[in-house]
């Protein structure tokens, strides 16, 4: 950073940048973000690429004669800074007016947030190959590719009525697939510490799925009771997040959430829980993140606001400023389904993953979990993954999409057959709606999204019913 600054210097110093070009009635709020990402990635069971990337950010937002614009810089020189306001301010003079602009963040206090890990800071790169040998190792001898990253921000937040925040966060994922000739098994784990990782038990969990999805057998289409594993129900959660629990989409009549209403199964308590791990205690308008209970015993509670949104609703903001907010409308991208141990107010950690099974089949069934899910099911699918999942309808969010890396047929309570990958068309409110949920896992696995820092963590789920509308190919 230009001549050692902290993060909290210079957003301060893009603030007064403002307020000397851009005049004393100019409003501004400047985010500046550095992020340390590391990545160890695996193919054919072997490491093929290590990458590592570091980067300062910022990012600035400013009001100027009832317009506003936005900018983003990478140069943290005083030239660079300087550059960005003066472009910024360049921009706002060509906008249209924004009558609906909601002001700026007032002096309110914003808490450290979880502390950081430091061995995950500072993790080295045969850190993370270690976890992907264990992984290689566990598939014993089945094809294995993935990834193991590591992540850390720092960063700080400043605007023109005073306020300021400032954090740090760290995040570990591993995603890996074992691949036999003909079916695949994966498993993912997402943590706020390295050490949680087990890239052992990953790839023994993986490897056992791979082996017990071969030659998979033909179902036709129909409603099927089903068992949803986390990776599953990871899906559903996204999903609801979007397009639910988005509060600009609320407003625009274009979610399902009606607050108030039992939409949801007794068994569903939702909470977005940013302050969980892997995020920075403040969002892009410098509100405080806090817990947020969305769905409570099947209650429709709340949905997301930035500081926009809220002041349409009269909610004011829950501290979900982010980019895109204005356009797409601000989403809760930390979402966690209770199981009953959390939902009673025990902590809910990830269950164990499972040992050697007693036949191939049987490796579908991952944990003790699970499987006293599927014990109930007289006859249904155990799924393991959702992938290429789309909105056709977003106010009733019905969604088509395809089952990946193994489905299994139950049959009195027993795995009995792999089952060939399915098309679904299925609206996920309905699909947990009440009545509709048969049971939960007592334990919740934290499972990595695309992007760092967002995670959808749930235990295993039965559903009453999940609409299968055709084979993959149609």
């Not at 890990?117 to 270690?130: C, F, I, K, L, S």
């Amino acid at each position: 950073m230009s001549g050692g600054a902290s993060e909290l210097d210079l957003a301060g110093q893009v603030v007064e940048l403002v307020r000397r070009l851009g005049g004393p009635a100019a409003q501004a709020e400047a985010v500046v973000t550095r992020a340390d990402l590391a990545l160890t990635r695996f193919a054919n069971s072997f490491i093929h690429q290590n990458v590592a990337d570091s980067t300062v950010g910022v990012r600035l937002r400013v009001h100027v004669d009832g317009r506003t614009a936005a900018g983003s810089g990478s140069v943290v020189s005083s030239q660079g800074l300087r550059a960005l306001v003066e472009r910024t301010l360049a921009a706002a003079r060509l906008c249209p007016p924004d009558p609906a602009w909601p002001g700026l963040t007032p002096p309110s206090p914003v808490s450290a947030g979880v502390a950081a890990d430091e061995a995950t800071v500072h993790a080295e790169p045969d850190e993370r190959a270690a976890r992907v040998r264990a992984f290689v190792d566990a598939v014993g001898g089945l094809e294995a590719a993935g990834y193991c990253r590591t992540s850390h921000r720092s960063g700080a937040f400043a605007n023109s009525a005073g306020h300021s925040a400032q954090g740090r966060t760290a995040e570990a994922a591993m995603d890996g697939i074992a691949r036999t000739g003909g079916s695949d098994g994966v498993a993912r784990h997402c943590a706020d510490r390295l050490a949680d990782l087990d890239g052992a038990a990953l790839g023994a969990r993986a490897a056992a799925k791979a082996r017990a999805a071969v030659d998979p057998v033909e179902l036709p289409p129909g409603r099927y009771e089903v068992v949803l594993e986390p990776a599953a129900v990871a899906d559903l959660l996204q999903n609801l997040s979007w397009f639910g629990f988005n509060g600009k989409r609320h407003a625009e009549r274009q979610s399902f959430a009606e607050p108030g209403e039992a939409q949801f199964d007794r068994s569903v308590t939702l909470v977005d829980d940013p302050l969980h791990g892997s995020n920075l205690p403040y969002d892009l308008e410098g509100t405080a993140r806090r817990e947020l209970r969305l769905v409570d015993a099947g209650v429709t509670r709340a949905v997301a606001h930035d500081r926009r949104s809220g002041v349409e609703a009269g909610a004011g903001s829950t501290g979900h400023g982010m980019l895109g907010a204005t356009t797409f409308g601000p989403i809760p991208r930390n979402l966690r389904l209770l199981g009953p141990a959390a939902a009673d107010g025990a902590p809910s950690a990830a269950g164990p993953l499972g040992g050697a099974p007693e036949s191939e089949v049987a490796g579908a069934v991952a944990d003790d979990d699970t499987a006293a899910l599927v014990a109930g099911v007289r006859r249904g699918l155990l799924v393991s993954d959702f992938w290429y999942t789309r909105v056709l309808d977003p106010k009733s969010l019905v969604i088509t999409g395809l089952t990946r890396n193994g489905v299994w047929l139950i049959e009195d309570g027993v795995v009995t057959r792999a089952v060939r990958d399915l098309r679904f068309t299925e609206s996920y409110p309905r699909a947990l709606g009440p009545g509709a949920v048969l049971g939960l896992g007592r334990h919740a696995m934290r499972q990595p999204d695309r992007i760092d820092g967002n995670w959808w963590e749930a235990p295993p789920v039965r559903l009453a019913a999940w609409n299968f509308t055709g084979g993959a190919s149609g």
